[in-house]
T-cell receptor
Framework: GNSVTQMEGPVTLSEEAFLTINCTYT??????LFWYVQYPGEGLQLLLK???ADDKGSNKGFEATYRKETTSFHLEKGSVQVSDSAVYFC????????????WGLGTSLAVNP | NAGVTQTPKFRVLKTGQSMTLLCAQD?????MYWYRQDPGMGLRLIHY???????AKGEVPDGYNVSRLKKQNFLLGLESAAPSQTSVYFC????????????FGPGTRLTVL
């Protein structure tokens, strides 16, 4: 079946540090992959997405590349800010999954000044 | 566009009471979803709908009912609330051709005493 595995948090970094949050998936066919972000007290919002292999999604300085050979979609940012403190969720969708998203458990990121 | 809105934002219930959470979207999306979010458990799908008049069970449907009488609205009902239903509830919507990207509401924080 379909599943998403994210690295466990919490992740604590200093401002301007490099961020990687690992995400690997199991799926049949050709899923679309997403990173969502949830800021404190808010709902989830789409951060970036990739719909086919080798696509790179990017937004707000964050990037993730859809790697079919390693079934991964790791989130990276070269220099984090305090305002990036949030919970990050990796997710996949698959045509055979009746329009539902399969979610990772989320990774909490705290960035200290 | 208001996007996805949820009513109410906060609610406290006593065990055994009933209530309805309202989700509304003004984007003409076909698909709508109800999730609950609990610490350490990520997002869990309660029920979803792939069109007006249709609903289906998600991962954790017990104790909840839903209705989608109008395309823009998706109601989540608790007939007899239990403390285990204390959670943050999120509604989301999506549409064909979006790669199943979901658009989230701000959430409802429900406490059952």
């Amino acid at each position: 079946g379909n599943s998403v595995t994210q690295m466990e948090g919490p992740v604590t970094l200093s401002e301007e540090a490099f961020l990687t949050i690992n995400c690997t998936y199991t799926a049949t066919g050709y899923p679309s992959l997403f990173w969502y972000v949830q800021y404190p007290g808010e709902g989830l919002q789409l951060l970036l997405k990739a719909t086919k292999a080798d696509d790179k999604g990017s937004n707000k300085g964050f990037e993730a590349t859809y790697r079919k050979e390693t079934t991964s979609f790791h989130l990276e940012k070269g220099s984090v800010q305090v305002s990036d403190s949030a919970v990050y969720f990796c997710a996949l969708s698959n045509a055979g999954n009746n329009r539902k998203l399969i979610w990772g458990l989320g990774t909490s990121l705290a960035v200290n000044p | 566009n208001a996007g996805v809105t949820q009513t109410p934002k906060f609610r406290v219930l006593k065990t055994g009471q009933s209530m309805t959470l309202l989700c509304a979207q003004d984007m003409n999306h076909e698909y709508m979803y109800w999730y609950r979010q609990d610490p350490g458990m990520g997002l869990r799908l309660i029920h979803y709908s792939v069109g007006e008049g249709t609903t289906a069970k998600g991962e954790v449907p017990d104790g909840y009912n839903v209705s989608r009488l109008k395309k823009q609205n998706f109601l989540l009902g608790l007939e007899s609330a239990a403390p285990s239903q204390t959670s943050v509830y999120f509604c989301a919507s999506s549409y064909p051709g979006s790669g199943y990207e979901q658009f989230f509401g701000p959430g409802t924080r429900l406490t059952v005493l």
